[in-house]
């Protein structure tokens, strides 16, 4: 495939498009379509299954404990969640695999693609497999790790597709504020140590953070985000340690480590033409869920800048930061406090909402369940405007001979547009 080309393309599961015959072909002949990304739903041999980090199926609460993320606050209840959150993954073999599938099924589904004459590649999950319950496998865990590797080269190479596209590769989504704490295991810290940092000083600079933010003067704080509040800015003003950056930056370099050890596997098992990738998360706020733009070449063939979902990303994200500052500092009212987050999220220049309910909420308090209303996304928000600056970003961030599909999404559906204009 030449990454050069015009990609115009949608996913779909394999039963979305055995039940609707001729679909393809009237997408390929009405707006150009090329390429069919399938969620993977077919059958994992005992060779992968092998490699589950799980150990035993259905696997134990206790092991799930083991695998998945720990939060910088390492409190007792944390890897407890409510009843309910982990029924998912005891359903499942391995992270981000269900035991149920059908090789039939996909395979069917991946000829009716090649007899209309378009790419096909497969869509599997990383190590987030539940942002609305804050739930991560830990990217430093090596078994997990390995479970990939042994997924991934499988996908490649057992079903004669293009690509593979791989989403959650990444940390928690930013509007699910807890997700910032992880994950401060054991193993990340002997991560830390390997890049020269101190888990125990960082978590000391992050909880100073929060300590330095309740103890700022209001009136300044509000002064300050009037004229122009950016990282640097705040920094300054709240006096942050080091070891707040360095977290960031630690996480980013944990992903691309292990996204780049996954690209080589499936490189060596499937050729170098063979296309492996991952979604970017919306540029304003990559960092912070472990993507840095400037360095995905050096892990994936191409990037998918997400313009998709601006609710439960943007949005969201600096409605739930306004309130997180309202809480710790109630003398600021919910206007600043929203334009202080709008700042810091990179929309300052925007014309945002200045109330939690012009954003869509509806003035109500966030829960794990939420998915806005109907009408959240344009009603009040610059919609066209936020795109336009998150897909700027993503063309001056991302490296200029990374090929670019930023994801739109319509009808509940995402779906691929052109690479950028160079």
């Known amino acids: 495939m030449d990454m050069a080309d015009k990609v115009i393309g949608i996913y779909l599961g394999a039963k979305d498009v055995l039940r609707n015959p001729g679909y393809l ?66 359903l499942c073999i391995g992270p981000n695999v269900a035991e149920q599938g059908s090789d039939a099924e996909l395979r069917a ?10 790419r096909v590649w497969l869509l599997s999950g990383g190590w987030t497999v539940d942002d609305f319950n804050v739930l991560m496998y830990c990217p430093s865990e090596g078994a997990t790790l390995n479970w990939f590797e042994s997924l991934y080269t499988h996908l490649a190479t057992d079903y ?8 959650h590769a990444r940390y928690i989504m930013t509007s699910r504020s807890r997700g910032l704490g992880l994950c401060a295991c054991a193993r990340c810290a002997r991560t830390a140590a390997q890049h020269g940092h101190d888990m125990g000083q960082m978590i000391a600079d992050l909880r100073d953070a929060v300590v330095r933010v309740r103890r700022a003067n209001p009136k300044h704080l509000v002064e300050v985000a009037g004229h122009s509040l950016g990282p640097m800015d705040l920094l300054q003003f ?16 944990l992903m691309e480590h292990n996204m780049a050890s996954l690209r080589d596997a499936v490189h060596r098992s499937a050729g170098p033409a063979f296309v492996f990738g991952t979604d970017t998360y919306p540029a304003s706020l990559s960092v912070l869920a472990g993507h840095n733009h400037r360095r995905f070449g050096e892990f994936s063939d191409f990037a998918s800048p997400l313009l998709s979902h601006v609710d439960l990303f943007p949005m969201e994200t600096m409605v739930v930061w306004g309130q ?34 012009d954003f869509g909420f509806g003035g109500r308090p966030l829960t794990p369940d939420w998915r806005g209303e109907d009408d959240c996304e344009w009603r009040h928000n610059p919609l066209r405007a936020m795109l336009r600056l998150d897909m700027a970003k993503a063309r001056l961030y991302l490296p200029d001979d990374l090929p670019s599909y930023p994801i739109s999404q319509g009808g509940g559906r995402a779906t691929r547009l052109a690479p950028r204009d160079r």
């Not at 379509?33 to 041999?45: A, D, K, M, Q, Y």
Request: hydrophobic fraction near 40%; proline fraction near 7%; aromatic fraction near 6%.
């Open 324 to 357: 997180w500052l309202m809480a710790r500092q109630p003398e600021i009212c919910e206007s600043d406090a929203l334009r202080i987050a709008c700042r810091l999220a990179g929309y300052d220049a925007l014309d945002m909402p200045d109330t939690i309910a």
């Open 25 to 90: 072909e009237a997408l390929r002949d009405r707006l150009g379509l090329n390429l069919v990304i399938l969620g993977f739903s077919g059958e994992i041999p005992g060779t992968v299954r092998a490699q589950s980090p799980f150990g035993t199926h259905p696997v134990s609460e206790e092991r799930l404990h083991e695998l998945l993320c720990r939060h910088v606050d390492e409190l007792p209840s944390y890897g407890t969640p409510r009843p309910g959150v982990l029924d998912t993954q005891t």
């Open 109 to 118: 589904a991946i000829a009716v693609a090649r007899k209309a004459g378009v």
């Open 238 to 253: 709240l006096g942050l340690r080091p070891g707040v950056l360095q977290w960031f930056e630690l996480r980013c370099r």
């Open 160 to 167: 004669g597709v293009d690509g593979l596209d791989i989403t």
